[in-house]
């Protein structure tokens, strides 16, 4: 971004060069005008790369953003949720859209909108299975869901 700055300031350099030629009876007014509207397009361009730059990194700053304020939630979270009560594990889950599904096969299926690792040790359950599906796409950032099957 710097670089396109630095050629900014060095196409108005450019243009006060071109008014003191056309000042000195150098330039004739159509060459002024044709290498102004040149260096007004390149300009433009520049601006417009500029502009897309610094959209792009308030995009990723706004990410960071909200990945540590997540992170933040999640370990204030860690830290309470062995004294949480039942109704406010119960919230918990219905904010976190998190569902639990027990069949009448005793099969209990787990899906989440997030991505977080599995931390039961699923060694001695039988018919385990784990799925991804990308579900939707807003801009660049995709949610996936998630589903935990357990039992047969």
Same mark, same amino acid.
């Given at each position: 971004?710097?670089?396109?700055?630095?050629?900014?300031?060095?196409?108005?350099?450019?243009?006060?060069?071109?008014?003191?030629?056309?000042?000195?009876?150098?330039?004739?007014?159509?060459?002024?005008?044709?290498?102004?509207?040149?260096?007004?397009? @390149?300009?433009?361009?520049?601006?417009? /790369? %500029?502009?897309?730059?610094? +959209? *792009? $990194? !308030?995009?990723?700053? @706004?990410?960071?953003?909200?990945?540590? /304020? %997540?992170?933040?939630?999640? +370990? *204030? $979270? !860690?830290?309470?949720?062995?004294?949480?009560?039942?109704?406010?594990?119960?919230?918990?889950?219905?904010?976190?859209?998190?569902?639990?599904?027990?069949?009448?096969?005793?099969?209990?299926?787990?899906?989440?909108?997030?991505?977080?690792?599995?931390?039961?040790?699923?060694?001695?359950?039988?018919?385990?299975?784990?799925?991804?599906?990308?579900?939707?796409?807003?801009?660049?950032?995709?949610?996936?869901?998630?589903?935990?099957?357990?039992?047969?």
């Amino acid at each position: 971004m710097e670089r396109k700055q630095r050629h900014i300031a060095e196409l108005d350099k450019q243009k006060n060069e071109l008014l003191d030629l056309r000042l000195e009876g150098l330039l004739s007014s159509n060459e002024l005008r044709k290498r102004m509207q040149r260096l007004h397009r @390149r300009r433009g361009e520049l601006e417009a /790369d %500029i502009s897309n730059i610094k +959209r *792009r $990194l !308030a995009s990723i700053d @706004r990410k960071a953003q909200w990945t540590e /304020d %997540i992170e933040q939630f999640c +370990r *204030r $979270l !860690a830290e309470r949720v062995d004294t949480l009560s039942f109704e406010e594990k119960r919230e918990l889950i219905r904010i976190l859209d998190i569902r639990v599904t027990i069949h009448k096969d005793r099969r209990i299926v787990i899906e989440w909108p997030f991505e977080v690792p599995v931390c039961v040790d699923m060694s001695n359950l039988d018919n385990y299975t784990h799925t991804v599906e990308s579900r939707e796409a807003f801009g660049d950032i995709h949610f996936y869901f998630y589903q935990v099957t357990f039992g047969s």
